[in-house]
């Protein structure tokens, strides 16, 4: 029998830096649908359809206001919320929000992605990404990445890999939920057990 493949959504959204920079949190990237379809599930975007109906309105999916870090923790989840489209919809319909901001906490906070997965939304950092030293714009593109795919990975109910006892994946290299900055190491790839739970999910 062939496998049911099921389906979530993500909304992104991304600032743009005072100087014209945006912060793309590359959700839409092709690594992303890959990684996740090998875990039994399809991503839908902007502009994709379910039975017909475009599921992701990509008027919804837009710049947001560009601040240098996030609110304190206590609105912090009203923040998102006041983008979110989808967000009465997020569990029935499973939906993410995914937000490239600039910093949490400053240049210096040393986050590069947050996720809730109570209110299904996923941050990336990309500002601290580019800042990065010694690294190409396309090792950073490749950082952003690993970081939204890892930030996901928390939709999911996966927890953070500790540094020392990341477990390979069928790569060779590092699973993505590496708790650490991000290096050469780390895989755009989850390692079986990851990819197990993930196919397993239950909570949507
Ligand atoms: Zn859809
Ligand atoms: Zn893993």
């Known amino acids: 029998m062939a496998e049911s493949l099921k389906v979530f959504h993500i909304e992104d959204h991304w600032m743009v830096t005072p100087d014209g920079k945006k ?8 690594e992303v649908r890959t990684v996740f ?4 599930w399809i991503v839908h975007i902007a502009g994709n359809k379910c039975k017909g109906q475009v599921c992701v309105l990509p008027s919804v999916c837009t710049i947001v206001p560009y601040r240098e870090t996030l ?20 569990n029935a319909g499973r939906y993410v929000h995914v937000i490239g901001a600039a910093y949490m906490t400053g240049s210096n906070g040393g986050k590069y992605g947050m996720s809730s997965e109570s209110e299904r939304y996923s941050y990336v950092f990309v500002k601290l990404h580019l800042d ?5 714009e396309d090792t950073k593109r490749s950082y952003i990445k690993a970081t939204v795919i890892h930030e996901l990975g928390h939709q999911f109910g996966l927890d953070d890999h500790p540094i020392d006892k990341t477990p390979k994946t069928r790569n060779g ?4 939920m590496y708790d650490g900055a991000p290096t050469a190491l780390i ?18």
């Open 23 to 30: 912060l793309d949190p590359l959700a839409r990237s092709s």
């Open 37 to 40: 379809r090998r875990a039994g």
């Open 71 to 90: 609110p304190m923790e206590s609105d912090r989840n009203m923040y998102s919320r006041e983008y979110f489209f989808y967000y009465d919809n997020r």
């Open 132 to 136: 990065i030293g010694g690294a190409d």
């Open 173 to 176: 290299k590092l699973c993505v």
């Open 187 to 204: 895989d755009l790839e989850f390692c079986d057990e990851c990819l197990k739970k993930i196919r397993n999910y239950k909570g949507w």
